[in-house]
């Protein structure tokens, strides 16, 4: 009997500190995203939930909520600060939007990334993890991981766009954004802020005659209709990224730690891979409907140069000194 009894409380204890130690509880996360449910983010979020769940056996569950259910990208930043909502899934270029992820910025810089790889390998750089660290003790949001391709801004309007001197007066359309508003005026366009779902009928009536946003916006919101020419600039790129409360991080053992990892990595390449399949679709949608303008005939290198230097005001004030240079050298 004194043996049933010892082996009983042995397995009791073990299975007890497995518990403690592993964070084998149930867990319930909500992750909020801002994109629509035929949106590549939206999959690579869905993807995540099962991976994580099919890892930890059903023990954490990832409940997904999208289209801005829980409020707009900074309303969810600060539920996530607060602890009362666990994820995000968004823009790394939003985390520029909120107080203490002011270096973040530097995800906009025009021309800066050449690509998906090369802003993802930046971003993941040792060099960028000082960045990192200092946003996320001041935001009080950690950055779990930076996975998942988004369509790059390019730039439609109703005249042919190819030099620098081409934008001289352009009544453009801008995100309210410093950075692309400091752009268009250094180019000597005019940037105009309207709200999104007004932009169609004013470039219809001609209050603005250009407007940057990438091609997949410009197919599925018929922007086709009231602009000829498509410009691919691929100016400015973003990455979707995994946020995570730093609190329920840190409860999360190893092992946990590690599943949610590697589950991200796999959204993160669904994304990436949607993304480019989209981009395909909507360059097709646009064929006999736009003039799509590219290199050789758009002259990017002569834009780029037109914008040299234009923050380097920033180095060493929003993101530490030398940040643009270790960034363009990768």
Known sequence: MKKVLLVSLAVFLCAHLGVMAGYAADLTLKLGHIRDLKHPTHQGALKFAELVEQATGGRIKV???PNSQLGGIQEMFTQVSTGDLQMVYGGINTFGFID?????EITAIPFLYR????MRDSLLADFFKPVIADAEMKTGIKIMNIAGDTTP???TANRPIRTPADFKGLKIRTAASEVVVRSMKKLGAL?????F???Y???RTGVVDAQENGVIVVATKSLYEVQKYYMKTDYIRDVETFYINPDVWQKLSKDDQTFLMEASDKAGALVTELTQKKLLEAYDQLKGK???IAPPELKLDDIREELKGLFNDWEGVKWPKGLLEKISAM
């Open 63 to 65: 409940n997904v909520f």
């Open 191 to 195: 940037p105009q802020q309207i709200a």
């Open 115 to 118: 690509d998906y790889d090369h």
């Open 290 to 292: 736009m003039t799509v």
């Open 100 to 104: 203490g992820g002011d270096a973040f």
């Open 197 to 199: 779902a007004e932009l």
């Open 201 to 203: 009928m004013a470039l």
């Open 153 to 155: 801004r390019g730039l």
